[in-house]
Structures are given as C-alpha cells and as structure tokens.
C-alpha cells in the first residue's frame, strides 16, 4: 500500500494544530515586540480548563471552546495592564525574563492545584476514525484541524476586514504613525496580547483530547511555536502559517519514511529549520525588525 | 573552715550531679527514638507517588501502634517525612541531611525512579550509611549504581522483572509463534526497558517483526502506528511512560490497527493512565506487583500486621474509602518490616538489623518478604508480579482480570475485539 496519502493527510493535519499553536505568539511579537515566554502555560490553561468542564460537568471541549477563549482573552487583558504594559520599553532580557517568570509562576500553580498527574478528555470522537480510500482519518485530529482553521481564518479576517484589525496591523508596522494617525496603541497593545493568550487557550482545549494533559506541556510547545515562528519570519502571520505547514510536513515524513523516523523526526526538522535560516536569516516571510 | 566547706560543698554537688545522673538514665532511655527517614515527593512530578508513599508508612505506623503499642523495642517511633519535591539536587540534600544530621536508623523511600536513582551517591559515599529500604523505584540503573551492597534492600520489582513476566504469561496463554511489536520511547523510561523487553522476547521464541523507538512528547504517533499496521503483528508491546502510553493508547484506539493482543508494562495500573483514556483501556494488560483482588493468606506469625491481601485491602478501603495504590501497600509492607526488625532485635544497630532482614520470611499482603539475591543487588523482595488485562464491566466500570501467575489468575487472556 502506498503510504504517501497518510502522511501527506497526517502531516496537513498536524500543520492545522502548529498553526494555531503559534499564530498566537507571532500576534503578541508582530504588534508588542515580546516574545511571550508565558504562552506555553496558556495552552496548559486552556487544556486543563476544558479537561474541568468536560470532567465535572460533562461540557464537550468544542462547546467550552468559546467560553474558554473569552476568558483567556481576559486573561490576556488583566496580564498586560497589570505586568507586560509596564516593560514595554524596557531592555529585551527584562521583558524575557518577566514572561518566563510568569510561566514558571503559573507551571507551579497548576502543579498545586492540579499535581502532576497525566491527564485527557475522551470525548468520543477522540478515539474513532473514519477511512476514506486508503487513508485513516481520526476524527479527533480532524476536528482539531477544523477548529484551527475556524481560529485562525477569524483571526485574519479580523486583522483584514475590522477597525481593530486594520489599526492593530497600523501599529504592527509603524508604532509612531500609528500614534500620529490617533490610533490609541496601548489599548492596541492589550487586545493583541488578550488575542494571542486567547489563541493560546484555544490550542489548549484542542490538544485537550489529542495529547495529554499536564503541568508540564507548555514548555515543549512553546519551543515548538517559536521555532515556527522564527522560520515563517517574526511578526508574519502568512509566514507563521507556511513554518507550521515546514515543520509538520518535515516532522511526518521523516517519521514516514526513515527507520526509526519518529525518533528523528524533530530533529531533522529542527535541521531544515536551521538550514532555511542560513539562506534566509529573516525566515520565510519576515520582514527586517526593528528593535 | 574553707576547705572542709568547700568538700562539704563539693560532696553535695557530686552526689546531688548523681543521683540526677541516675535519675536521667531512665529518662534518656524513654526518650530514645527509632528514627525512620522519609523522602517522599508531596509536590512536583512525583506527587501521587509521594502521596501514596506517605499513606503507606503512616498506616503502618498506626497499624503497629493499635497492634503492638505506641512503641517498638521501648523506643518512640519517629517519621521523617521530607519532600523531595520531585527534584533529584534535592533528594541528594535530603539524603545527607538524614543521615549526617537527622541521624536515621532507617531511609523508606523514595519513590519515582529519577529521584530514587538521585539517592543513591549520598547514600553510598557515606561509612555510617543506615539501612535502606526502596519501595519505589524500579529502573535497574538504580540497582547497577547501588551494586551489591550490604545495607540495600529493594522491596519493589526491578524493570527486567516486569518483561520476564508479562512474556512468561504471554508464552503461557498463546504459545510462542507469535509474532510481536515492540514500542519504545527514547526517554529513560522506555531505555531503561527495551533491552530487557528485547531479550525476553527474543529468549521466549517470539518472532520480533517491529522493534521501533518513538520520540517521549511527540505530538503525532500515526506514522509509527501505520509501520505497526504494516506488520500484522499478533502483540502490539509498549515500553513508554505514563504521559506517552495514554496519546499512544488513544491513538492506537482511534488507528483500527486490528492488532489482537495490547500489553503494557507499568501504566495501566495506574488510575491516571485509566482516567485518562477512558473505554480504550479496554483489553490491555499490564504488569504490576500488586492488584486489587490479589489472594495471599494472612501471615501465620503476624496476622495483625500482616492480615490476607483481600482482609488487608478491606481494611485499606474502609479506611480510605479508596483501593489501595501498588506503592501504599509496599511502603506498608516495608515499614512494618523495619519495625518487626528493631522489635526482634531490640537495637537499632545497623548490623543486627541487617542480619535480620536477611533471616526474616512474612506472608505480606504484597507476597512473601523474603530477600533473595537479583541481577546485582544483594537484597530483593516483592518481585513476584501479577499480569492483569484491563475490562469493562456490565456495570459500566473497569476492573482487572488476573491472569498470571496461575495461582492467583481469576480469568483467561482475551484477545480485543478488532
């Protein structure tokens, strides 16, 4: 049997899930300037919030989703007026080491709270599958896929079609016009990061009932988005998507077709990576940024 | 007048120094502790293994008290408990501080693998090393690092125990020509096991066809399910940890693979893997050293300490309004071991209770205490494992069918419904 409509389904599939995985953070870099170290625990967030729902009171982490999007975005809010808003201009490392400081911070809580036991929701569909020729789609990666696009295409249209949109891709490209044309950047500012963690939660209660649940997922992500991110080029949603569509299609394929591939797999991907950003310092479709 | 004064004086202050001398000795003596150390992980990765530890030891310490008095040998009984946090430079401080400031008779712990294997150097590199029994960990690291020393008692099953198991009872219910996939991560867990898991296999006469490693966290398993697929293998045999096991479980449900036997080794005793995958749990097996339902007899000696397996988990259950976890009945077990030799021996030295755990047999709820030689170690007790396959029942929950050895098997091994 020929196995390249599996991989080449697998590998769209898991392109899906990294685009919404770091569209989030390329949002918060492309508009602030800072990249959100904290972002990894935002998915944890959103993937214990949906595993509560689903768990104590039966809620199918596709109804929580939008409620648990509108908290992150509050989140996100009441994160940058109280903490982010006042290293905006401070040095690179200050702003680093603030956003890693908020992970850890929220890593340890969850800990407390929740211990570190393995958790996942099971919602039925995430262990059935349907086969369609000679490919096996399972409907949990699909629906996942699904919910990617949906977040995402919003997403764009948003930054396309909206006020806000228009004003935040004002302030993405030039913070002083934005200011002279009367755009008020900090409330800018706090949408964008509100959006991005709501990003974030959103991939969280996706993963939900893919991956597995714990404390400790977030960091692994997060070196995964930003990956991404870095390839597609830094403050490009167009390029974010294009890197997590690289790396999914890297990691699946090696995982297709060499021996042991699965063990290679982020490895060799992390290799591409490298090697397009030796041709291309900026990634794919970044821009020079100005710090 | 000075001088027969002051030995007047003096004489007073001699004999009254004394008589509270003398009567300080009495007084020192009930003082005197049998100290057992602690390292148990209440918070971190390791919680629920802390957890579990920590109700283990406290049980049998309540358990003695209501059987034997509130003292072992006329001394008080004192617990240590410290939190490793999960953290292996934590447990390396713990450790030291147990031993060169808190002075232990006794180290009971600690739990998972990592911290247990962080143990090892500074307990070892000491001369007054106490005696030290592990419950937990089970990666043979941890026994190649201790080697054969003297004063190591592992009273947990090492990792080669659980593959000559699980393929002891896999070559008993389906004979050897079969074919088997092997899955492994490439994190500690699944290198601590593939060899072993490997050579079993092999030794048994099973026909290896897929011997793949997968990548510990990875987001996607389909491309390494789809080489299983590709296999027909009549055994699908994981080796990963309990993260991995539960998106692979999950996977392998959703994947249709058709593969007619699912075996595990560690995870599906656990209620977080059980929790977390739901009816795919079904039609696994999984090897552990204690399970629910188990039926030792109660000890002919100590039947207060030491009541059948089925009295004690009636006991634990009633108590805790929970079924006793693999590491609480260890951690029992182990105490009451400790104690019954301080008692015996009426010392806390460490070479007389060396001696005796060595001499000691009890039918415990967890089997029989007796230490044997393993691999390396010297001192190894609690290896007898009991292999179990996972299944729903009428009632909608899930239990486990005992299924080897065949002295304690309650049912046969089913193959899962394709």
């Not at chain 1, 974030?200 to 714990?214: M, N, R």
């Not at chain 2, 000795?25 to 005197?32: D, G, L, T």
Request: aromatic share 10%; charged share 15%.
């Amino acid at each position: 049997m020929d196995i390249f409509p599996q991989a080449f389904s697998d590998a769209i599939l898991l392109a899906g899930l990294y685009t919404l995985m770091a569209v989030g953070l390329s949002l918060g870099f492309g508009v602030l300037r800072i990249i959100n170290f904290a972002q990894g625990e935002m998915i944890m967030l959103g993937a214990y919030g949906a595993f509560w729902l689903f768990t104590l009171m039966g809620v199918d982490p596709l109804i929580s989703l939008p409620l648990l999007v509108v908290a992150g975005f509050a989140l996100g809010w009441v994160l940058f007026h109280g903490v982010v808003a006042k290293v905006l201009d401070a040095p690179h490392i200050n702003q680093i080491l603030l956003t890693f400081g908020i992970g850890l911070a929220i890593q340890h809580v969850a800990i407390i709270l929740w211990t570190g036991n393995a958790r996942s929701t099971t919602p039925d569909y995430a262990t059935t599958s349907s086969v369609v020729g000679d490919v096996l789609l399972v409907h949990g990666r699909v629906t996942a896929f699904a919910a990617a696009v949906v977040m995402v295409a919003a997403l764009i249209a948003w930054l396309q079609w909206s006020e806000t949109g228009r004003a935040t891709r004002a302030v993405a490209e030039n913070r002083s016009a934005a200011v002279l044309m009367g755009i008020d950047v900090n409330r800018i500012y706090a949408l964008s990061f509100g959006v991005s963690c709501a990003l974030s939660v959103a991939t969280g209660v996706v993963v939900s009932f893919i991956l597995t649940i714990t404390p400790f997922m977030g960091f692994p992500m997060l070196v995964k988005a930003i990956a991404i991110v870095i390839l597609g080029g830094l403050g490009s949603i167009a390029g974010t998507v294009l890197g997590a569509f690289a790396l999914a299609f890297a990691e699946t394929f090696v995982s297709y077709y060499l021996p042991e591939g699965s063990g290679w797999a982020e490895g060799i991907a992390f290799v591409l990576i490298i090697g397009i950003l030796l041709v291309r310092p900026r990634g794919i479709l970044g821009q020079a940024v100005e710090t | 007048m000075r001088l027969g004064g002051s030995r007047t004086a003096f004489g007073s202050l001699v004999a009254l120094l004394g008589a509270a001398a003398l009567a300080g000795v009495p007084s020192a003596q009930a003082q005197e502790s049998f100290k057992i150390g602690a390292p148990v992980s209440s918070s971190g990765r390791y919680v629920a293994y802390g957890a579990q530890g920590k109700k283990g030891i406290e049980t049998a310490v309540e358990m003695w008290r209501k059987v034997r008095g509130d003292k072992v040998a006329g001394r008080q009984i004192e617990v240590l408990f410290r939190d490793t946090q999960s953290n292996n430079a934590i447990t390396v401080s713990l450790m030291n501080a147990f031993i060169q400031t808190d002075k232990v008779d006794v180290i009971i712990g600690p739990d998972g693998s990592n911290v247990a294997a962080a143990a090892v150097p500074p307990w070892k590199k000491l001369e007054n090393r106490p005696i030290w029994l592990m419950p937990g960990g089970s990666s043979d690291v941890i026994e190649r690092e201790v080697g054969p020393d003297p004063y190591f008692f592992h009273t947990y099953a090492w990792s080669y125990y659980y593959h000559d198991n699980n393929v002891k009872a896999l070559a008993a219910a389906l004979g050897t020509k079969k074919k088997v996939a092997l899955l492994y991560s490439d994190g500690a867990y699944g290198r601590a096991h593939v060899d072993d898991a490997r050579k079993y296999i092999k030794d048994a006469g099973f026909d290896l066809v897929l011997d793949e490693l997968v990548r510990e966290g990875s987001s996607d398993y389909n491309p390494t399910l789809a080489k299983v697929r590709a296999r027909r293998p009549d055994i699908l045999y994981l080796a990963v940890q309990t993260n991995d096991a539960i998106q692979l479980t999950k996977q392998i449900q959703a994947a249709r693979l058709n593969v007619p036997y699912l075996v595990g080794t560690a995870q599906a005793q656990l209620p977080e893997w059980q929790d977390a995958v739901g009816d795919a749990q079904v039609c696994w097996t999984g090897v552990t050293t204690w399970v629910p339902g188990l039926r030792y007899p109660a000890d002919a000696k100590e039947p207060g300490l030491f009541p059948s397996a089925a009295d004690w988990e009636k006991m634990w259950t009633a108590k805790y309004n929970a079924v006793p976890e693999f590491l609480e009945v260890g951690y029992y077990a182990s105490t009451i071991m400790t104690l019954l030799a301080v008692e015996a021996t009426n010392s806390t030295d460490r070479e007389k209770l060396k001696e005796w755990l060595e001499k000691q047999e009890y039918q415990t709820p967890l089997g029989s205490s007796k230490f044997e030689k393993s691999r390396v170690a010297m001192h190894q007790a609690f290896g007898t494992m009991v292999v179990f396959q996972r299944e729903k029942k009428p009632d909608g929950t899930f239990g486990s069918v005992l299924l080897y050895p065949e002295q304690v098997a309650t049912g046969k091994l089913k193959p899962c419904a394709s």
